[in-house]
């Protein structure tokens, strides 16, 4: 079965960097790209990026352009998500979902949970 | 890009219908046939209920359904049950690999 594994929770200082790990297993990991999702506690679900890991084509949401940076590893079979110049309104839960842009192949991560903070 | 406008709130009774609309414009809801929409419960991860516009994944219940007119994206959830208060999440994709969510509405079921 489709399974993705994200990495633990993290507390970081502001200015700092974060990166979110998501390892994959279950499908064929070239077929359906990554996208990230974050969720600020109480908040709604805010897309973040997308990147193809057939390919590495990419896109990310104009808010966080500059400060994130979407990478796979076909040998671990892993996506990964670096936010960098973190705010304390970065704090949220990250999401990993791998999938097409809309279809039924739709698979998520658990969340893991960063906080940013003084 | 603005989140795809959906109302806050909605609520319902036992057994009654609900919709929930998400209005985008036309570069997006009204662009592509590509909105999904997510369900999800209080610490929770979302879980898909419709994808393009209309389709049920396997497992899904069929009092979930969808449609589309013009700009907005509707989610109905027929014969409403405790277990359907959540928040729900459309989802649109807006070109160039990118997609965008609604802002949220939260379903009460009186």
């Known amino acids: 079965q489709v399974q993705l594994v994200q990495s633990g929770p993290e507390v970081k200082k502001p200015g700092a960097s974060v990166k979110v790990s998501c390892k994959t297993s279950?499908?064929?990991?070239?077929?359906?790209?990554f996208t990230w999702v974050r969720q600020a506690p109480g908040q709604g679900l805010e897309w973040m990026g997308w990147?193809?890991?057939?390919?590495?084509?990419?896109n990310s949401a104009q808010t966080f352009q500059g400060r994130v940076t979407l990478t796979t590893d076909t040998s671990t079979r892993t996506g990964y998500m670096e936010l960098r110049n973190l705010k304390s309104d970065d704090t949220a839960t990250y999401y990993c979902?791998?999938?097409?842009?809309?279809?039924?192949?739709?698979?998520w991560g658990h969340g893991t949970l960063v906080t940013v903070s003084s | 890009q603005s989140a795809l406008t959906q109302p806050a709130s909605v609520s319902g009774s036992h057994g009654q219908s609900i919709t929930i609309s998400c209005t985008g414009t036309?570069?997006?809801?009204?662009?592509?046939?590509?909105v999904s929409w997510y369900q999800q419960h209080p610490g929770k991860v979302p879980k898909l209920i419709l994808y393009?516009?209309?389709k049920r994944p396997s497992g899904v219940s069929n009092r979930f359904s969808g449609s589309k007119s013009g700009n907005t994206a509707s989610l109905t959830i027929s014969g409403l049950q405790s277990e359907d208060e959540a928040d729900y999440y459309c989802?649109?994709?807006?070109?160039?690999?990118?997609?965008?969510f609604g802002g949220g509405t939260k379903v009460t079921v009186l």
């Open positions: 279950g499908y064929i990991f070239t077929t359906y790209g």
């Open positions: 990147i193809s890991s057939y390919n590495g084509d990419t």
């Open positions: 989802c649109s994709f807006v070109g160039r690999f990118s997609s965008l």
């Open positions: 393009e516009v209309t």
């Open positions: 036309s570069s997006d809801v009204g662009k592509y046939n590509l």
């Open positions: 979902r791998v999938g097409a842009a809309a279809g039924e192949f739709d698979y």
